[in-house]
């Protein structure tokens, strides 16, 4: 498991994030920009968002993601975190996109292949549903060549319900730094947050996208 710092700030500070990369020359581009797109899935009473809400240690997410447009690789990811640490298990698969109902089901054929039961069994409810779909702009950055950057803009989020024919649709106002280190280097990534003028706080694009529709109490 890894440290998992997120920090939110608004976009009007947008500047401030690119002045505060562009001061450090141990702070390189890692990786070039690209769209992630994630679908959420949730049981019906929302029992991985009520865990999060209540502030749980040891919690989970889980959802697909994608990269930019590319619907032909997508992959499984379950996101677990105790406290400020996390970690993700995923399961790469091609399955037909438009199947979505079934994706974190046990009616799922992919799902029960013997070589994909490592991950089945890490699934807490055989009958997850869609919930939402949350798209962003991620830009990558390095510290040192130890302590990943992360900065995520444009923040779109779509509720997803096949009863309704109109797109439920709310841009957030708000981008969210995130700085991912390894227990080894604690000192290293903490004294990179210290340093900046910008401060943690508990941030949750999946819980951020419920309040948006007014389905959770979260700011």
Known sequence: MRYEIKI???QNLDSEFHNFISYDKNIKKAFDDRIINSI??????FSSARNNLSGISRRSKYRI????N??????????????????KIILKT???????ENFYSI???FLNKKENNFFLGKIFDYDLRPVVKVSYIRSYYIYNNKVMITYDKSLNYELINKFQLKKNL???????IEVKFNK???KLGSNLILGSNFYPKRFSKYLRSLYSFNIANYI
């Not at 091609?94 to 979505?100: A, I, R, S, V």
């Not at 709310?170 to 969210?176: A, G, L």
Request: hydrophobic residues 25%.
């Open 40 to 45: 959420y899935f949730d049981t019906e009473n």
């Open 94 to 100: 091609n399955q037909d996109f438009k199947n979505l």
């Open 170 to 176: 709310f841009k957030d106002s708000m981008n969210v």
């Open 70 to 87: 590319n619907l032909q690789n997508l992959n499984y990811e379950i996101k677990s975190k105790s406290n400020n640490l996390g970690k």
């Open 65 to 68: 993601r994608w990269y930019n």
């Open 107 to 109: 009616k799922n054929q």
């Open 184 to 186: 080894e280097d604690y």
């Open 8 to 10: 939110p700030i608004q």
